[in-house]
């Protein structure tokens, strides 16, 4: 009996339910609707004859036949888009998706996806920016093909990895290190700078207040160099405002976070040029 040939458009809606974990949030995904999915997988189910979907929990979650297949699927969409790429007369098309944090938005990534748009005028490039556990748990249900994350030091491994020394940041003109309590610049809660700020200093047993919170980085640079208060940043993130603190003022040097490239599976191949491009990138920048 001849095997059943698989229709790349189940197998599409298969892995959008598998890594976005609900019916709902594959349909977005797919540009479907919940119940169009949910027939794409019953007749896939069907012709497999095999139940790939554990639907009884509060997350849709592969069975064994279901984790089975993901890899397969993954590869054989994979390569059909790239055979469809290589077809276009040379013209490389579609999207990819991006997270990156807030310090590599501008300054690292505008030139590079410039020179990349310019080279691949076809493809469409959506950049999103923020803090690194949001990126991560974006990048873990499937948003985007490659992102940025910073990272204490070994807690994922990716496809590269930079080492992200800190420094703490004071005005130059109006410091604030000798208040009390000592006011912070931070960024929002669940933020890796702030986090590692807080802990360092009530380890040390200092009284502490945040005097300002923004997600913007420029924001929280231009604070500090106007006397608003003291942060932790990327050491490499020094304006000519700021004045740079150390153990003489009491604040210790911390160990450097970590700034980790992840890349999903089977991209196809216009993610794995970018891919390298924003390795070569990183390399320079934070070498």
Same mark, same amino acid.
């Given at each position: 009996?001849?095997?059943?040939?698989?229709?790349?458009?189940?197998?599409?809606? @298969?892995?959008?339910?598998?890594?976005?974990?609900?019916? =709902?949030?594959?349909?977005?995904?797919?540009?479907?609707?919940?119940?169009?999915?949910? +027939?794409?997988?019953?007749?896939?189910?069907? +012709?497999?004859?095999? &139940?790939?979907?554990?639907?009884?929990?509060?997350?849709?979650? =592969?069975?064994?036949? %279901?984790?089975?297949? !993901?890899?397969?699927?993954?590869?054989?969409?994979?390569?059909?888009? /790239?055979?469809?790429? &290589?077809?276009?007369?040379? #013209?490389?098309?579609?999207?990819?998706?991006? %997270?990156?944090?807030? /310090?590599?938005?501008?300054?690292?990534?505008?030139?590079?996806?410039?020179? @990349?748009?310019?080279?691949?005028?076809?493809?469409?490039?959506?950049?999103?920016? %923020? !803090?690194?556990?949001?990126?991560? +748990?974006?990048?873990?249900?499937?948003?985007? /093909?490659?992102?940025?994350?910073? #990272?204490?030091? %070994?807690?994922?491994?990716?496809?590269?990895?930079?080492?992200?020394?800190?420094?703490?940041?004071?005005?130059?003109? =109006?410091?604030?290190?000798?208040?009390?309590?000592?006011?912070?610049?931070?960024?929002?809660?669940?933020?890796?700078?702030?986090?590692?700020?807080?802990?360092?200093?009530?380890?040390?047993?200092?009284?502490?207040?945040?005097?300002?919170?923004?997600?913007?980085?420029?924001?929280?640079?231009?604070?500090?160099?106007?006397?608003?208060?003291?942060?932790?940043?990327?050491?490499?993130?020094?304006?000519?405002?700021?004045?740079?603190?150390?153990?003489?003022?009491?604040?210790?040097?911390?160990?450097? !976070?970590?700034?980790?490239?992840?890349?999903?599976? *089977?991209?196809? #191949?216009?993610?794995? *040029?970018?891919? &390298?491009?924003?390795?070569?990138?990183? *390399?320079?920048?934070?070498?």
């Amino acid at each position: 009996m001849t095997n059943p040939m698989l229709d790349p458009v189940l197998l599409k809606s @298969f892995v959008a339910v598998v890594e976005s974990g609900s019916f =709902t949030r594959a349909g977005e995904r797919v540009h479907l609707s919940q119940s169009t999915v949910s +027939q794409h997988l019953r007749r896939l189910e069907e +012709q497999l004859g095999s &139940e790939l979907l554990d639907r009884s929990g509060r997350y849709v979650v =592969t069975t064994e036949s %279901g984790a089975r297949l !993901l890899g397969y699927a993954r590869r054989l969409l994979a390569l059909m888009e /790239d055979a469809v790429e &290589e077809l276009r007369e040379g #013209q490389v098309q579609g999207e990819i998706h991006i %997270g990156v944090p807030e /310090d590599f938005a501008a300054d690292l990534l505008a030139p590079l996806l410039g020179a @990349f748009a310019r080279e691949y005028p076809a493809i469409r490039l959506e950049v999103t920016s %923020g !803090l690194s556990n949001t990126l991560w +748990q974006q990048f873990c249900a499937g948003s985007y /093909d490659l992102v940025l994350v910073k #990272q204490r030091h %070994g807690h994922t491994v990716g496809t590269a990895a930079w080492p992200e020394p800190l420094a703490w940041f004071d005005s130059l003109d =109006t410091p604030s290190w000798q208040r009390d309590p000592l006011p912070l610049v931070v960024f929002p809660v669940g933020g890796l700078y702030r986090d590692e700020m807080i802990h360092a200093l009530e380890s040390g047993g200092r009284r502490w207040r945040i005097s300002y919170c923004s997600a913007s980085l420029a924001s929280i640079r231009s604070a500090v160099a106007s006397g608003l208060g003291v942060s932790l940043l990327p050491a490499r993130l020094a304006l000519s405002g700021h004045r740079r603190l150390g153990e003489l003022e009491g604040f210790p040097p911390l160990p450097p !976070l970590e700034l980790v490239l992840h890349r999903r599976p *089977d991209v196809p #191949q216009r993610v794995l *040029d970018l891919a &390298e491009r924003l390795q070569a990138a990183c *390399d320079e920048v934070m070498g």
